[in-house]
């Protein structure tokens, strides 16, 4: 699936104005961005910073106005939508005698010593460490479970969620608005910010097996 949306991201950049109208675009466009921000949130193994990023690329070459705006907009409120259902859902896993996948799909994604930090610095800090953990790759997990086992109200997790989703929308969409305006082609844009963005949420994973 996340192949595919960048794929559709990446073939809008290619494609001629001339044979496929930018409201066009836009109509297939938006809605696709927004359900696969919304699913990566659900399955993190969606690369969701890529798709941003390549959509925002797209949008800089885009004559339509507000094109970037809309971007921001779809992409943060799939995110935050994203986030309280899975937190939704594993909260009913906690509540549950026998739990539920989605909770011990949790679980796997946030490993303990990274869960020890994320409770303890959640303890210290707040809703600030909820704030940041979407811009840490790897970082949303083990903060969302750290919430959930600190029996944080879906109010206070979604009050602390909506400016890190924002956060991470504005982060990621400057990627793809750098390199959408280095490169002259939309597509060779497209291709920088998706090596970008998947450097960047590798970078955990190569400093644990460093460690």
């Given at each position: 699936m996340a192949l595919t949306g960048v794929s559709l991201l990446a073939a809008s950049a290619v494609t001629p104005a001339s044979v496929i109208p930018e409201s066009t675009q836009q109509a297939i466009g938006y809605p696709t961005l927004f359900l696969l921000v919304l699913a990566g949130a659900l399955v993190p193994v969606i690369p969701t910073g890529a798709l941003v990023s390549s959509a925002?690329?797209?949008?800089?070459?885009?004559?339509?106005?507000?094109?970037?705006?809309?971007?921001?907009?779809?992409?943060?409120?799939a995110a935050f939508l994203g986030d309280a259902?899975?937190?939704?859902?594993?909260?009913?896993?906690?509540?549950?005698?026998?739990?539920?996948?989605?909770?011990?799909?949790i679980r796997s994604r946030a490993p303990e010593d990274r869960l020890e930090q994320a409770q303890e610095k959640?303890?210290?800090?707040?809703?600030?460490?909820?704030?940041?953990?979407?811009?840490?790759?790897?970082?949303r997990i083990p903060v969302?479970?750290?919430?959930?086992?600190?029996?944080?109200?879906?109010?206070?997790?979604?009050?602390?969620?909506?400016?890190?989703?924002?956060?991470?929308?504005?982060?990621?969409?400057?990627?793809?608005?750098?390199?959408?305006?280095?490169?002259?082609?939309?597509?060779?844009?497209?291709?920088?910010?998706?090596?970008l963005t998947v450097l960047i949420s590798a970078v955990p994973a190569v400093v644990r097996r460093v460690r």
């Open positions: 925002a690329v797209v949008a800089v070459h885009r004559t339509a106005p507000f094109s970037l705006a809309m971007v921001f907009v779809t992409a943060s409120l259902a899975l937190y939704w859902l594993g909260r009913r896993g906690l509540k549950s005698k026998n739990g539920s996948r989605w909770l011990e799909a959640l303890a210290a800090h707040g809703v600030a460490v909820l704030v940041l953990s979407r811009l840490v790759p790897a970082g969302m479970l750290a919430c959930l086992l600190a029996e944080w109200p879906m109010r206070r997790f979604a009050r602390g969620n909506f400016p890190a989703c924002l956060a991470w929308a504005v982060t990621y969409q400057l990627i793809g608005i750098l390199g959408g305006s280095l490169f002259a082609e939309p597509w060779q844009g497209v291709l920088a910010a998706v090596v």
